[in-house]
Structure formats: C-alpha cells, structure tokens
C-alpha cells in the first residue's frame, strides 16, 4: 500500500504544480513538457526492460549451471551462520542464501548488471518460502534493505564519468574512499532499524564477528588502494570487477564439468527465464518511470533546492552543499536522472569543484530505491511491499547526511 500512496502523491504534487505554473504563471509549455516526459518515460521503461533480456538470460544461464553445480548451496553453507541470524525465515543452506550473498558482492564491486540477475534470482527463491503471494516477506524487505544501501567498495561509474566529463578531474579516484564510508554507514543503518523491525539480535556474537571481519576485510583493501597511483587504481578497480565475474563463471563451469552436469541444457533452461522476468518487469517499471518523470518535469526539484538552501541560511548553515542535492534527491528515483545531474554539476562547477566531488559521493553511494522497489517486487508480482520504502529512505537519508559530512572533511 505504501508504493500504492507515494505512486499517487507523485502525480497529484505535480499536477498541482503544473497548473499553478500553466495557470497563474503563464508557463504556457509545462503541458507539453510533462506529455511529453510521460511518452518518454513509458518508451524508456520499455526499453530497459528489452535490454535486460540479454544479462538476465546471461547470468540466469550461468546461475542455472552453478545451481545443478552445487556451488550455490556451498555458497550458502559457507554464509549460513550469518544470514540465518538475519533470515531466520529462510531455511538452512537455502538457495536463496547463496544467491543474495553473490548479489551483495556484485554491489560490492559496482557491478550493477551482475547484481541485478542475482537479486531477482534471490527474490525469486524468497518468494516460494513465503506464505502470502502478494505481501512482501520479511526476508525479501530485509534482503530489499540491505540491496538498496548500496554497499559499494569500488564506484567505477562514477570513477569512469570523472574521467570522461568536458573538464576531467585531476585524480578521478579521490571519491572512492569516501563513497565506501557512506555506503558501510547507509548500510548499517538500514540493518539497524530492520533488526529493530525484525526483533534481530544485532549483539549475538556470530553478527559481531561477522560485521567485524567483513569491516577489517574493508579497511583493509581500502588502505591497499590508497596506496595505488591514480592510474593503477583504476586499472586494479576495472580488473578486479571484471576478474570477480569471470572468476565466478569459471568455477560454475568446473563445478558443472565435476558433477557431470549437461552445460548447455542448464544454461539454455536458465536463460528462458530471462526473457520472462524481463517481460513481467515492464508494468512495474513503465509505471514507476512515469511517475518519477511528471514530478521532475513539473520543477518541483527547484523548488525542494531552494527550499534547502532558504531552511539552511536562516540556521546559519553553510550552504554550499546545496546545489549538490539534486543528485541525492534523484538517485532514490532515477538512477539515469542521478547521474545526468552529477553531469551537470561537474560540468557547470567543475569535476573537481566541492559541488562535483559531492555530486559523485552522492551518486556512488547508494541504490535507486524506486526503481529496486518496481523491478525486484515486480519480477514476483509482490504489491504490498510493506515498510520497505520506509527504510529504504530511511538508509538514503543516513547515506545523504554522511555525504556531506564527509564532504566537507576531505574537500571543502
């Protein structure tokens, strides 16, 4: 019910806001242009949705492979102890572990095509454990939480986007570290109030020793990069990602080869379903783009700056954080939009100005909820989502304030 209501809000504010500007303003184009977003947006949701057929048939076919491999339930007896304190629901050794665990490692690496597969696999396999068809589990909200913090320890996107703007920035890796501060912090706030939801006991010492050891593993690779120059960092960050999924195919195949599994069948059977998740996806998406395309083409981001900027300067704040917020305010609603607005920042301000090395903290630093919210629910036809959104936000938020924190610490 709660995307039902956001869903409806979207439309309604900026109806309102479009007619008060056609209206009273005499904006006599602000018509069109939300017609013509709308189109757009319906068009694009399309669109990802056939380009999503190939990497879902791709990594589903190799899932499928790994699957009659064995390699998925190894991966889930190997991460068990942990996950079965945050998943109670979800059985012993489960599938399901293993496919949430290698979707949380492509987060990871920043690799947002290969995670996207692996969590709907994930949620797939959520689904059948769950009681109520059309109401989201707590394992499939807590697996949602987590998704959508954005653990990231390598941005390259973002990285990548440094590098190639009209003025590129001097050292395109300087935000890594910062992004992976605010993405452990967005990450652990989202664990914290789901297992305050939940009723999880976060101070068991299984949960202790494994946030320790996944923090001191962190820390650690952290200060082995910041030790790189700026172009082998980047050559170890593209490396390192590409190796991680060829590593992956690679042991899928070799486990299939042991147990005499018949490859090409699996994968062909894995890949089918690409195409059907892709197809049950469209709806979800189209609907879900439209809605975030009306709000932004009515200017209600302007609005919501200045509004930012006018609430900071009566506090005495500094507010030369604010021209960056458009990038936080889109990420949550389109990944596409975020990134054309830390574009934008960077070319106006400077890639290497405060306002584009925040733009990019921003941007590498956490998930589109929206977007997670209509594509992994929708590949299951899941309609009550329950308090997801909430702390989904909830982690944005937490992500948003230590941005800027940290911001200010390292650039301003």
């Known amino acids: 019910m709660a995307l039902n209501y956001i869903w409806l ?35 694009d949701g399309f669109d990802i ?14 899932m499928k492979i790994g699957e009659q491999a064995g390699a998925i339930n190894f991966l889930s007896r190997l ?51 769950n009681p109520s068809k059309d109401t989201a589990s707590n394992a499939q909200v ?3 939480a987590l998704h ?20 590129p920035a001097a050292n395109p890796t300087d ?37 320790g050891g996944i923090s001191a593993l962190i820390a650690a690779l952290i200060w082995y990069l910041t030790t790189l120059s700026p172009d082998r960092l980047q050559t170890f960050s593209t490396t390192l990602s590409s190796g991680i999924i060829l590593l ?23 890949a089918k379903g690409g195409f059907e998740i892709a197809v049950r996806i469209i709806p979800y998406l189209i609907a879900m783009l439209v809605a975030i395309s009306v709000l932004r083409n009515s200017g209600i981001f302007g609005y919501v700056v200045d509004g930012f900027r006018y609430f900071f300067a009566m506090l005495s704040v500094n507010t030369d954080f604010v021209e960056a917020l458009p990038t936080a305010l889109m990420k949550p609603l389109s990944g596409a939009g975020a990134r054309g607005m830390m574009v934008d920042a960077m070319n106006t301000y400077g890639a290497d100005s405060f306002i584009g090395r925040l733009s990019s903290i921003f941007q590498g630093t956490s998930d589109t909820t929206f977007y997670v919210i209509a594509v992994y629910f929708g590949a299951i036809n899941v309609k009550n989502t329950r308090y997801a959104i909430p702390v989904m936000l909830l982690a944005d938020l937490a992500g948003i304030i230590t941005a800027i924190f940290i911001a200010y610490l390292f650039f301003h």
């Open 49 to 62: 949705s056939l380009k999503l057929v190939g990497m879902m048939s791709l990594f589903l076919g190799f």
């Open 9 to 43: 809000a979207f439309f309604l504010v900026a109806f309102v806001v479009a007619f008060i500007k056609w209206a009273f303003l005499g904006d006599q184009e602000i018509l069109k242009l939300l017609m013509d977003g709308i189109f757009k947006a319906a068009n």
């Open 79 to 129: 991460v068990s102890p942990f996950f079965s304190r945050l998943f109670p629901e979800v059985p012993k050794n489960h599938p399901a572990t293993g496919q949430m665990m290698m979707n949380f490692s492509a987060n990871l690496l920043g690799l947002d095509n290969a995670a996207t597969p692996f969590g709907i696999k994930a949620m797939q396999s959520l689904q059948e454990l």
């Open 175 to 211: 935000i890594f570290v910062p992004c992976m501060v605010v993405t452990f912090v967005a990450t652990i706030t989202a664990l914290i109030i789901m297992s305050f939801k939940q009723k999880i006991n976060l101070l068991h010492p299984v949960i202790l020793g494994w946030i």
């Open 142 to 144: 807590m697996f949602m």
């Open 148 to 167: 959508a913090s954005g653990l990231t320890l390598i941005p390259v996107a973002v990285i990548a986007m440094r590098a190639s703007v009209k003025e």
């Open 248 to 270: 992956i195919f690679l042991a899928f195949l070799l486990g299939g080869w042991r147990k005499k599994v018949n490859m090409f069948e699996a994968f062909v059977e894995g």
